[in-house]
């Protein structure tokens, strides 16, 4: 599958000094999914931890910057999320359906991305295999996301899409990209 672009915005425009973007591609091959991200724009306004001493799987990430993606089998209730920090934790939890049953997923036991620090940028790549969690073959529905906490303190909520009145990556109608 060739990739698909992707680019987040913010769930309120409450601050428009914050001039950041965030995009990236997502793509399936066979029973792998690739995703990356650019965070790009004054990254000394935000709040993006330093480099831990050694990645960890790690609870709350959210409550920080963080990026995030949610996949779900097209038409099973259930869910994936996955979040990475810039610290270079990550996790993955599973749902049974829309915010219910929430647990770590035991399948995935590391979680190895890629992070690339630049003066105005920061990057993020991951390639995952899918066969860990899902049978081969099942077509997929993904949620892409990312928080952006301020050098403030102040927490923002990214998505492709925010259909709802407040910020919700789990609602399944902002799972939009087919793969």
């Given at each position: 599958?060739?990739?698909?672009?992707?680019?987040?915005?913010?769930?309120?425009?409450?601050?428009?000094?914050?001039?950041?973007?965030?995009?990236?591609?997502?793509?399936?091959?066979?029973?792998?999914?690739?995703?990356?991200?650019?965070?790009?724009?004054?990254?000394?306004?935000?709040?993006?931890?330093?480099?831990?001493?050694?990645?960890?799987?790690?609870?709350?990430?959210?409550?920080?910057?963080?990026f995030e993606?949610?996949?779900?089998?097209?038409?099973?209730?259930?869910?994936?999320?996955?979040?990475?920090?810039?610290?270079?934790?990550?996790?993955?939890?599973?749902?049974?359906?829309?915010?219910?049953?929430?647990a770590e997923?035991?399948?995935?036991?590391?979680?190895?991305?890629?992070?690339?620090?630049?003066?105005?940028?920061?990057?993020?790549?991951?390639?995952?295999?899918?066969?860990?969690?899902?049978?081969?073959?099942?077509?997929?529905?993904?949620?892409?996301?990312?928080?952006?906490?301020?050098?403030?303190?102040?927490?923002?909520?990214?998505?492709?899409?925010?259909?709802?009145?407040?910020?919700?990556?789990?609602?399944?109608?902002?799972?939009?990209i087919a793969?």
């Amino acid at each position: 599958m060739k990739p698909q672009s992707f680019s987040l915005q913010p769930f309120s425009a409450a601050d428009p000094r914050l001039a950041v973007t965030i995009t990236g591609t997502i793509a399936r091959y066979a029973n792998t999914l690739a995703i990356s991200y650019e965070l790009r724009g004054p990254l000394a306004e935000l709040a993006i931890p330093g480099p831990a001493d050694r990645s960890a799987r790690r609870h709350r990430l959210w409550e920080g910057t963080c990026f995030e993606f949610f996949l779900a089998a097209r038409e099973e209730p259930g869910y994936w999320e996955f979040n990475f920090s810039p610290a270079g934790h990550w996790n993955v939890y599973r749902f049974a359906a829309y915010r219910q049953g929430m647990a770590e997923e035991g399948a995935v036991r590391s979680l190895p991305f890629g992070l690339q620090r630049r003066p105005n940028s920061l990057l993020l790549g991951l390639e995952f295999d899918l066969a860990l969690i899902i049978p081969a073959g099942q077509a997929l529905v993904a949620g892409i996301a990312a928080v952006i906490q301020l050098a403030g303190g102040q927490v923002t909520y990214w998505a492709m899409t925010h259909p709802g009145p407040q910020p919700d990556f789990h609602r399944r109608d902002s799972f939009i990209i087919a793969l």
